[in-house]
């Protein structure tokens, strides 16, 4: 039997509607194209002296969505043509969420390029266009992996001893490893670093690929101290490096070693480990990141 599909867009203006293969209130999504596919560019230069051609690079291609939306109402034909129009605003801005079955939902940012309407018979169909410029789908929500930071041991109920009890303890964990089966390769994270004391010259590395991000080195020592925060986010068109002082934020991206690289998840496993010329101890960090997918 196959699975139900849903798709949920909402627009810029937080308007949405929901379609799936067995509601009809309004519409029935009596199909869906450019869900399952995945393009990509494929570059080659030939020359005259050499059989074939030489690889040169590939990109990924956007992605267009269509929906088929069928009205059977019978009757609501303009007040769901309205309901419609307002969801699909010429050139505006939109998330589609997508559910097959019970499998996790994701999510792909979209612009509204056409729609087409019957103006008449029964049931009216209605065609939607839509282009997504990123053409990768993405889980809903992030996930944040924590290493070498404070663990809470507070819980209720409780009981108060003569030794006291714990609120919580500082784990010693100094390697994070992320597993990633079937999301896409070069997926940046966002790394969070909180210093309870002196810290001279943080550093992370990712193992399996041997990439470090170092801030700060000999020639140009990076101090921060304690209730400082720097966030190193590694996504395509989103890398920096940012210090939180005394409530203020600043870029620091000229602290970055020359062999520095942003860090990103690939497929397969990722572990992660820090270090510091001083201060080791007086790090807590956290990795957030969002898997990203080729396919729905």
């Not at 020359?47 to 690079?57: E, L, R």
Request: with cysteine; hydrophobic share 35%.
């Amino acid at each position: 039997m196959a699975c139900d599909r849903k798709v949920r867009c909402t627009n810029e203006d937080g308007f949405f509607l929901e379609f799936d293969e067995t509601g009809f209130d309004p519409f029935l999504l009596a199909g869906i194209d450019g869900i399952y596919d995945a393009k990509n560019a494929v570059y080659v230069s030939e020359n005259s002296m050499i059989d074939g051609a030489v690889y040169q690079g590939s990109v990924s291609k956007y992605r267009n969505i269509v929906l088929h939306l069928k009205d059977t109402s019978e009757g609501n034909y303009p007040e769901n043509r309205d309901a419609l129009n307002r969801l699909f605003k010429e050139k505006s801005v939109g998330t589609l969420v997508f559910q097959e079955g019970d499998a996790d939902p994701r999510k792909i940012d979209y612009y509204v390029e056409s729609m087409e309407s019957d103006e008449k018979y029964f049931p009216r169909m209605h065609q939607v266009s839509l282009i997504c410029p990123d053409p990768f789908f993405y889980d809903i929500n992030g996930s944040n992996e924590a290493m070498a930071s404070w663990v809470s041991a507070f819980e209720f109920p409780f009981e108060s001893t003569a030794e006291g009890f714990e609120f919580g303890y500082q784990s010693n964990e100094r390697i994070k490893s992320i597993q990633n089966d079937i999301a896409e390769d070069n997926i940046g994270v966002t790394i969070t670093i909180t210093c309870m004391g002196a810290v001279l010259n943080p550093s992370i590395t990712h193992i399996e690929t041997g990439d470090r991000i170092s801030i700060g080195h000999a020639g140009k020592p990076f101090e921060i101290s304690t209730g400082d925060m720097v966030v190193i986010t590694t996504q395509t068109g989103n890398k920096h490096v940012t210090l939180t002082h005394n409530g203020v934020t600043s870029e620091v991206n000229h602290y970055l070693t020359e062999d520095s690289v942003f860090v990103q998840l690939m497929r397969g496993s990722n572990s992660f480990g820090f270090n510091a010329d001083q201060g080791l101890n007086n790090l807590s960090i956290s990795i957030g990141y969002t898997f990203k997918y080729a396919r729905a």
